[in-house]
Each structure stands twice: as C-alpha cells, then as structure tokens.
C-alpha cells in the first residue's frame, strides 16, 4: 500500500520560515521524482517545486531564492524549506511522487498560513 504523509504546516507569520516534510512508504522512493503542490483559496493546485530522481530541481518563478526541495533518499522523505514566507504563500501543500509519468500518488496535504 503507498502513502505519503505530508507534516509542517502550521500558522507563520509573514517573513517566517516553516519547513514540510513527506515521508513514503510503499514505493520504490530513489526511483521516482518528487514535487510539492500547492493550491489556495479559490484556485487551482500548482506545481511549488519538484526533485528529479537525479536531484535535478526546478520552482515556480514565485518561490525562487526563497523555497528549497531537498530529498533524502535513505529516509524516503522530500522536504520543502519555506524562507521568507508571504501571505500569498497561503495554501494546502500537496507531496507528490510521480515515475515516469504513469505511476502518480499524492499525500493527504498540510496546511501552511501565512498571517500576522
């Protein structure tokens, strides 16, 4: 059975940092690339960033210098440090491990909020 447990949201002030972590299980977790989603209020889910089972990254353009993808392949977790929070950052956060584009799981999502 896979499960991907996403934990770290909580309520931050703005220009705080919050750190997420999702840990797998049931997965071949070196294989598969690695992204965090997220969606707030009233839109739709949208990619944050994403770890290629090379550790190749990429992020979206409104998180860049501020947010960081990491994995830890021994532990089967991904981590997404969140610097310099905004309140725009506002959002359910989703894990998401993908392989090759047809195996897709996601986790249950941590909410993140961003207010002072």
């Known amino acids: 059975q896979v499960q991907l447990v996403d934990t770290g949201g909580g309520l931050v002030q703005p220009g705080g940092s919050l750190k997420l972590s999702c840990t797998s299980s049931g997965i071949t977790f070196s294989l598969y690339d690695m992204g965090w989603y997220r969606q707030g209020p009233g839109k739709k889910r949208e990619l944050v960033a994403r770890i290629t089972s090379g550790e190749s990254t990429n992020y979206a353009d409104s998180v860049k210098g501020r947010f960081t993808i990491s994995r830890d392949n021994g532990k089967k977790t991904v981590y997404l440090q969140m610097n310099t929070l905004e309140p725009g950052d506002t959002a359910v956060y989703y894990c998401?491990?993908?392989?090759?584009?047809?195996?897709?799981?996601w986790g249950q999502g941590t909410q993140v909020t961003v207010s002072a």
């Open positions: 998401n491990a993908n392989l090759n584009g047809v195996l897709d799981y």
